[in-house]
């Protein structure tokens, strides 16, 4: 939880971006792919928000996680 910007209906929150690695089957030999619905730093508004990442492998197999950010208005 975090407290809003002085005179801000929000807050800049950053945060360090996830990472992913292929598993014991997987092809490793390209790129994993992480694509996020918000990155460190930006700004989000006072309740609950949610952020979502998405980690895709060359094969097309993906997984998907999220976390909420919480701005209370102070």
Do not use: L
Not at 4 to 26: F, M, S, V
């Amino acid at each position: 939880m975090v407290n809003a910007a002085q005179g801000q209906c929000g807050a800049n929150i950053g945060w360090t971006p996830p990472t992913a690695t292929g598993g014991c089957n997987a092809d490793t030999t390209g790129a994993i792919t992480i694509v996020g619905s918000a990155m460190p730093g930006d700004f989000f508004p006072v309740g609950v928000n949610t952020v979502t990442y998405t980690a895709t492998d060359v094969a097309g197999q993906s997984i998907t996680n999220s976390f909420t950010v919480t701005v209370v208005d102070n």
